[in-house]
């Protein structure tokens, strides 16, 4: 139990356009997901929390008009890199908590390349 | 605010041998504490999840101790293996439905 599907896997987009990333909880409900970003050889950055039915909380310099992120069932959050740039190149994972006993779950990762 | 360290940073060792994965944090009053193992561009895998209540958790050759007075957990590896190659991190979290607090990891690698 408590499988999180994360999708793309990888997307390629010019500079300028919109991505969207998908994050699915395929066996469970999730009220809150946590979306992360990584660069190469270093620690998940957690980038904002999304809560089902309301607005996402954001850490501390993640600019919340770039990274869209919507919650707007149970199962499903989405966060949408608007006019993407070349810096913003990087993996992206969403988790979520299947309950007590599952703690913490992890999407496979998006690798977002921005040309 | 809740720290999270690991170390050793990176650890080689030949196969067979045990590993020791060691977690520290600064805050004891965590809600569990979860080891996760990263391959290279995958998403994390959760190995063990540790409640504030226990002191350890087993599965297979993992063996996960957790002591919150003092502030520490460790990962044993038993009989290692080259498939056990990977990015071993830890996360403690303050109460349920809060984000997690990462270490930065601990980069393992088994030479056949």
């Known amino acids: 139990g408590a499988v999180v599907s994360q999708h793309p896997s990888w997307v390629i987009c010019k500079s300028g356009t919109s991505v969207k990333i998908e994050c699915r909880s395929l066996?469970?409900?999730?009220?809150?997901m946590f979306w992360y970003r990584q660069f190469p050889k270093q620690s998940l950055m957690l980038m904002a929390t999304?809560?089902?039915?309301?607005?996402?909380?954001?850490e501390q310099g993640v600019e919340k008009d770039k990274f869209l992120i919507n919650h707007a069932s149970l199962t499903l959050s989405t966060l949408t890199v608007t006019s993407a740039h070349p810096e913003d190149s990087s993996f992206y994972i969403c988790?979520?908590?299947?309950?007590?006993?599952?703690?913490?779950?992890f999407g496979s990762g998006t690798r977002l390349t921005v040309v | 605010k809740q720290e999270v360290t690991q170390i050793p940073a990176a650890l080689s060792v030949p196969e067979g041998e045990n590993l020791v994965l060691n977690c520290s944090f600064t805050?004891?009053?965590?809600?569990?504490l979860q080891w996760f193992r990263q391959d290279p561009g995958k998403g994390l895998t959760s190995l063990l999840l540790?409640?504030?209540?226990?002191r350890e958790q087993t599965s297979g050759r993992l063996n996960a101790s957790l002591d919150k007075s003092s502030g520490r957990s460790t990962l044993y590896i038993a009989a290692s293996q080259p498939g056990d190659s990977a990015t071993y991190l830890c996360?403690?979290?303050?109460?349920?439905?809060?984000?997690?607090?990462f270490g930065g990891g601990t980069r393992v690698l088994v030479k056949p």
């Open positions: 999304s809560n089902e039915g309301s607005k996402a909380t954001y």
């Open positions: 988790s979520a908590s299947g309950g007590v006993d599952y703690g913490y779950t």
């Open positions: 996360a403690v979290i303050k109460a349920a439905g809060n984000k997690l607090t």
């Open positions: 066996d469970f409900q999730a009220t809150t």
């Open positions: 540790i409640q504030s209540s226990q």
């Open positions: 805050d004891s009053a965590i809600y569990n």
